[in-house]
Nanobody, 125 residues
Framework: QLHLVESGGGLVQRGGSLRLSCVGS????????IGWFRRAPGKEREAVAC????????RYVDPVKGRVTISRDNAKNTVTLQMNSLKPEDTALYYC??????????????????WGQGTQVTVSS
């Protein structure tokens, strides 16, 4: 059974950094793209970044470009989201998700079949 677990969230001040991890089990990681999404209180879920099954292709939404880096280590079944220069508007519950697609990735939550439970990121001002 496919299972995703996020970790690394926490409370950080404006301008700080956090490194989120998504560890997967129960599936062949090389056959799945991974996306990171977030949901802020009172707002719709939105995409943050995604990475293709091989890690060659990455995509980011405009609000995080230049501040966030997504990477993966398939040998460790881990996808990492490095977030720098955090802002209060980055406060949200962050989820990783797996999409059974190869060669690319999508910033559309509807593409993703499997989801983790999320890790909370809170940025104070």
């Amino acid at each position: 059974q496919l299972h995703l677990v996020e970790s690394g969230g926490g409370l950080v001040q404006r301008g700080g950094s956090l490194r989120l991890s998504c560890v997967g089990s129960g599936f062949t990681r090389e056959h799945y793209a991974i996306g990171w999404f977030r949901r802020a209180p009172g707002k719709e879920r939105e995409a943050v970044a995604c990475i293709s099954n091989t890690g060659v292709s990455t995509r980011y939404v405009d609000p995080v470009k230049g501040r966030v880096t997504i990477s993966r280590d398939n040998a460790k079944n881990t996808v990492t989201l490095q977030m720098n220069s955090l802002k209060p508007e980055d406060t949200a519950l962050y989820y990783c998700a797996a999409d059974p697609v190869v060669g690319g990735c999508f910033l559309d939550a509807d593409e993703y079949r499997y989801w983790g439970q999320g890790t909370q990121v809170t940025v104070s001002s």
